[in-house]
């Protein structure tokens, strides 16, 4: 299995708090990405990095910010999070570019927001 | 833009039994076709990929998966289902540089 680290597994917090994920690569992949899952729609792309301090939007990237200071690792932020935020999130990694390579995946970080 | 649609959201099948997951893609050239299996609280693990070649590709757990350019179709297949392989599958398509899409997922539940 790739080594991919998410953390924290399960969180529990309040709209209008700041909530950070993290997620930890031994892989030395270029590419990291983060995902949301909801029930009815699959995974959707937030952000993902080409690249130490290089990112980009996906399709629902509002209301979240990454950065990538260091290859192993991804940080997702939600500034002010509020309920419709809540879901499961993945961080996967893949070494080529985003459509052609297979991405592998951590285990989900389980966010609520109440 | 690429899309992806599996039909069936809940599949129950014997245990036994064959399966077909279905999957039909929409991109203007030759797409990268992959297929996904969740487990319960756990992350997506790739079952199998297609990049060209011989359309009928094979994957870990005993599945396989044709591509057939002319329906748009990547179907998931294995002959004899096992209790194990209860899961919610995912397809996924990409294009070179493009975002990787996934489908909203097929759950499949297999009976004794």
């Known amino acids: 299995d790739a080594g991919i680290t998410q953390s924290p597994r399960h969180k529990v917090t309040e709209t209008g708090t700041p909530v950070t994920l993290r997620c930890h690569q031994t892989e030395n992949h270029r590419y990291m990405y983060w995902y949301r899952q909801d029930p009815g729609h699959g995974l959707r792309l937030i952000h993902y990095s080409y690249g130490v301090k290089d990112t980009d939007k996906g399709e629902v990237s509002d209301g979240y910010s990454v950065s990538r200071s260091k290859t192993e690792d991804f940080l997702l932020t939600l500034e002010s999070a509020t309920s419709s935020q809540t879901s499961v999130y993945f961080c996967?990694?893949?070494?080529?570019?985003?459509?052609?390579?297979?991405?592998?995946f951590g285990d989900g970080t389980r966010l609520s927001i109440l | 833009a690429q899309s992806v649609t599996q039909p069936d959201i809940h599949i129950t099948v014997s245990e036994g039994a064959s399966l077909e997951l279905r999957c039909n893609y929409s991109y203007g050239a030759t797409p990268y076709l992959f297929w996904y299996v969740q487990s319960p609280g756990q992350g997506l693990q790739l079952l199998l990929k297609y990049f060209s070649g011989d359309t009928l590709v094979q994957g870990i757990k005993g599945f396989e998966a044709e591509f057939k350019r002319s329906q748009s179709s990547f179907n998931l297949r294995k002959p004899s289902v096992h209790w194990s392989d209860a899961a919610e599958y995912f397809c996924a398509v990409g294009a070179r540089g493009n975002k990787l899409v996934f489908g909203a997922g097929t759950i499949l539940r297999v009976k004794s």
């Open positions: 996967a990694i893949s070494e080529g570019r985003m459509g052609n390579q297979p991405q592998h």
